[in-house]
C-alpha cells in the first residue's frame, strides 16, 4: 500500500498544541471542580478574621506579594518567627484565622508573619509553586518571602536560629521551595497538602503532579534539593501532613515529600517510631544521635486542608473551608515539633491528650525512658528548692525565661512589692511547661 506525502512539520506542530492546550484545559477544568468541593467544607465557625498588620516596604519584592505580619504584645527579646503559607483561594487573614497561629504566638511569644498572594500573579491566589523563575533563589516569589523574612528579623528582633515556615496546599510546595532553597535560614518546616520540591516547572506538570501518581525515585528528588542551593550544614527539621482522602493533591506526594528529605539528610529509610492515634498515623525518622528530623501525619478520611483538634488541650483554630476537623492538631503539634513550646515528651505525658499507641525502637524507648528519670530527678530538685530558702524574683524570671515570656516585672521592682510568691511561681512553672498540676 502506498503512503501519501508525508505532513508538513507545521500542521505537526500545531496538531499537538490543540492537544495540548485541550489537556491543559481539562486538567484546569479537573483542578477548578476539585478546589471548590473542598471550598464547600464545613461552615466557618469564625466570626472575624484576625486584627494583621500590613508591612508595605520590604525589599525590591520582585514576586509582588503582600506582607502581613501578627505581633503579641509585650513581645520579648530574641523572639521565634513562623512564617505561613496559605493555599489557593485563600488570604492571609482567613490563614491566620483557620489555623490559630496567631493565639498560639500570643501564648507562646513568638511572631508569625502571612506572604500573600496576588490575583495578578495567580487568579486563584495559588503561590507560583510550579514556575521556575519564582521557585529559584533569590529570584521572584522565593526571593520575596526571603525578603520578608530579613524585615521580620530586622524590625522584631528575630532570633535567627529559630524561623520556622509552614503551608498548605500550593502554600505547602512553596514551602517546600523555600525550605530547598534556603535551607540554612531555617530551623523547621511543615508541608500540609502540599508536594516535593521540583515537583513541575510549567502548569501542565503542576497539574499533573498534583492528579496523577508518579514515581520519582529518591535520588532524583533529593537531587532537585542540592542542587537548590549550595548548602552543607544542617539541614531543617521537617513534618509532612496529609489526608488520605485529598482529592486535590494526591497522598502520594506526602511519600514523595518524605523520599526527598530522607535522601537529602541520609536518614534510614524505615521509620525510627511509630504513633497511632485514633485517626492518624505518625511516623518519625531521627538522626544518628536519636534527635527526630522528619515526621509524617497521615490522617485517615481527612480531605485537602489542615488538621485541626476542636476539643482538648489541643483544641486550635477556626473549622472552616480547607481547616479540618481532625481530632489533631497540625498546629499544636508544629509548636512541639519545632520545639517552639513544650516538648513532645510532655505531650506523651499529658493525661488530657487522646490516647495514642506508640512503637518506638529499642534504643528510643531506652531513651525516653532516661529523659523520664531525669524529669522525675528534676521535679524532685525543684521541689526540694522550693521547700528551702530561696530568692523569689530569681525563680520567677527564670520560670518566665524558659516559658518564653518576659518577666512581668524586674528583680528590683518584686523585691518591693506585695505579691504572692507561690501563686505567681505555681503559674510561671505551669506556663513554663515544668510542672503537671
Same mark, same amino acid.
Given at each position: 500500500m502506498r503512503l501519501g506525502p508525508p505532513l508538513p512539520v507545521g500542521f505537526l506542530q500545531a496538531s499537538m498544541l490543540r492537544a495540548s492546550l485541550a489537556s491543559l484545559r481539562q486538567m484546569r477544568g479537573l483542578f477548578q471542580k476539585r478546589i471548590a468541593a473542598a471550598s464547600r467544607g464545613p461552615?466557618?465557625?469564625?466570626?472575624? %478574621?484576625?486584627?494583621?498588620?500590613? @508591612?508595605?516596604?520590604?525589599?525590591?519584592n520582585p514576586g509582588n506579594l503582600r506582607m502581613f505580619a501578627h505581633v503579641p504584645p509585650g513581645l520579648g527579646e530574641n523572639p521565634a518567627l513562623v512564617v #505561613?503559607?496559605?493555599?489557593?483561594?485563600?488570604?492571609?487573614?482567613?490563614? +491566620?484565622?483557620?489555623?490559630?497561629?496567631?493565639?498560639? /504566638?500570643?501564648?507562646? &511569644?513568638?511572631? @508569625?508573619?502571612?506572604?500573600?498572594?496576588?490575583?495578578?500573579?495567580?487568579?486563584?491566589?495559588?503561590?507560583?509553586?510550579? @514556575?521556575?523563575a519564582d521557585t529559584a533563589r533569590d529570584s521572584g516569589e522565593a526571593l520575596s518571602i526571603r525578603q520578608?523574612?530579613?524585615?521580620?528579623?530586622?524590625?522584631?528582633?528575630?532570633?535567627?536560629?529559630?524561623?520556622f515556615i509552614t503551608g498548605l496546599s500550593a502554600g505547602g510546595a512553596m514551602a517546600s521551595v523555600m525550605l530547598a532553597a534556603y535551607p540554612e535560614v531555617f530551623a523547621g518546616? +511543615?508541608?500540609?497538602?502540599?508536594?516535593?520540591?521540583?515537583?513541575a516547572?510549567?502548569?501542565?506538570?503542576?497539574?499533573?503532579?498534583?492528579?496523577?501518581?508518579?514515581?520519582?525515585?529518591?535520588?532524583?528528588?533529593?537531587?532537585?534539593?542540592? #542542587?537548590? =542551593?549550595?548548602?552543607?550544614?544542617? !539541614?531543617?527539621?521537617?513534618?509532612? !501532613?496529609? &489526608?488520605? +482522602?485529598?482529592?486535590?493533591?494526591?497522598?502520594?506526594?506526602?511519600?514523595?515529600?518524605?523520599?526527598?528529605?530522607?535522601?537529602?539528610?541520609?536518614? $534510614?529509610?524505615?521509620?525510627?517510631? %511509630?504513633?497511632?492515634? +485514633?485517626?492518624?498515623?505518625?511516623?518519625v525518622w531521627s538522626d544518628k544521635n536519636g534527635e527526630p528530623q522528619l515526621e509524617a501525619f497521615s490522617v485517615a478520611g481527612m480531605g485537602h486542608g489542615v488538621p485541626l483538634a476542636?476539643?482538648?488541650?489541643?483544641?486550635?483554630?477556626?473549622?472552616?473551608?480547607?481547616?479540618?476537623?481532625?481530632?489533631?492538631?497540625?498546629?499544636n503539634r508544629l509548636l512541639r515539633f519545632w520545639e517552639l513550646g513544650c516538648q513532645i515528651d510532655e505531650l506523651a505525658d499529658a493525661s488530657d491528650i487522646p490516647s495514642t499507641a506508640a512503637v518506638s525502637a529499642p534504643a528510643l524507648q531506652a531513651s525516653? #525512658?532516661?529523659?523520664?528519670? =531525669?524529669?522525675?530527678?528534676?521535679?524532685?530538685?525543684?521541689? $526540694?528548692?522550693?521547700?528551702?530558702?530561696?530568692?523569689? &524574683?530569681?525563680?520567677? /524570671?527564670?520560670?518566665?525565661? /524558659?516559658?518564653? %515570656?518576659?518577666?512581668?516585672?524586674?528583680?528590683?521592682?518584686? /523585691?518591693?512589692?506585695?505579691v504572692d510568691p507561690a501563686a505567681i511561681i505555681?503559674?510561671?512553672l505551669k506556663a513554663a511547661g515544668l510542672s503537671r498540676q
Open positions: 461552615a466557618s465557625a469564625t466570626t472575624a %478574621l484576625p486584627s494583621l498588620h500590613e @508591612v508595605a516596604t520590604f525589599g525590591s #505561613a503559607l496559605h493555599g489557593c483561594t485563600q488570604s492571609a487573614r482567613a490563614y +491566620a484565622a483557620g489555623t490559630g497561629w496567631c493565639d498560639v /504566638a500570643d501564648r507562646h &511569644g513568638f511572631v @508569625v508573619i502571612y506572604p500573600e498572594q496576588q490575583s495578578s500573579n495567580n487568579p486563584k491566589n495559588c503561590f507560583s509553586w510550579f @514556575v521556575p520578608m523574612i530579613e524585615k521580620a528579623v530586622g524590625e522584631f528582633g528575630i532570633d535567627q536560629r529559630r524561623i518546616g +511543615a508541608i500540609i497538602g502540599g508536594l516535593p520540591y521540583g515537583s516547572a510549567n502548569v501542565q506538570e503542576a497539574f499533573d503532579a498534583m492528579f496523577n501518581d508518579r514515581r520519582p525515585s529518591a535520588r532524583a528528588l533529593g537531587d532537585r534539593v542540592r #542542587a537548590a =542551593s549550595k548548602h552543607e550544614g544542617r !539541614w531543617p527539621r521537617i513534618s509532612v !501532613w496529609h &489526608g488520605t +482522602a485529598d482529592a486535590v493533591v494526591k497522598p502520594s506526594n506526602a511519600e514523595h515529600i518524605l523520599s526527598q528529605w530522607i535522601n537529602v539528610q541520609g536518614l $534510614q529509610r524505615e521509620p525510627s517510631e %511509630l504513633e497511632h492515634g +485514633a485517626r492518624y498515623t505518625r511516623r476542636t476539643a482538648g488541650q489541643d483544641a486550635c483554630g477556626a473549622v472552616g473551608p480547607f481547616f479540618l476537623d481532625a481530632g489533631v492538631s497540625a498546629t525516653s #525512658a532516661t529523659r523520664r528519670s =531525669s524529669n522525675a530527678e528534676q521535679d524532685a530538685s525543684t521541689a $526540694q528548692t522550693m521547700g528551702a530558702n530561696f530568692n523569689p &524574683g530569681a525563680v520567677i /524570671a527564670a520560670a518566665f525565661k /524558659a516559658a518564653g %515570656l518576659p518577666p512581668p516585672v524586674s528583680r528590683e521592682g518584686l /523585691a518591693g512589692a506585695k505555681a503559674a510561671a
